[in-house]
């Protein structure tokens, strides 16, 4: 087998070319759609977590809801409307009064 010799000019311009090509294939990462969740996550400036007594901790309660806010120009949250429970209101009464305390 004959050993190749390559020079060092040829593997930086491989190397340019990946660089290249990786830039150009790699997407931007879209802009969340105002009203989802993502958005919220994005731009919440401050978004404390529900506190649950430990009573229901203990009961191991899970659940999925969805929850509206009307933000006023201040960023403050003016009000939740519960508008799917979680199926559990001693998880949704300390979600809703947890999104009353988010900042955006």
């Known amino acids: 087998m004959v050993a190749r010799k ?5 593997h930086l311009a491989v190397v340019a070319l990946l660089l290249n090509v990786a830039a150009i294939t790699a997407a ?9 969740l993502e ?24 659940g999925t809801g ?4 009307q933000i006023r120009p201040d960023g403050t949250v003016s009000h939740v409307e519960i508008i799917q429970s979680t199926g559990h209101q001693e998880l949704d009464a ?10 955006f």
């Open 6 to 10: 390559t020079s060092l000019p040829s």
């Open 39 to 62: 958005y919220a996550k994005t731009h919440a400036l401050y978004a404390p977590a529900p506190v649950l007594s430990p009573e229901v901790r203990a009961r191991h309660l899970s």
């Open 66 to 69: 969805l929850f509206a806010l």
């Open 94 to 103: 300390p979600s809703a009064a947890a999104f009353t305390k988010w900042r």
């Open 28 to 36: 931007p990462n879209p802009t969340p759609a105002r009203g989802t």
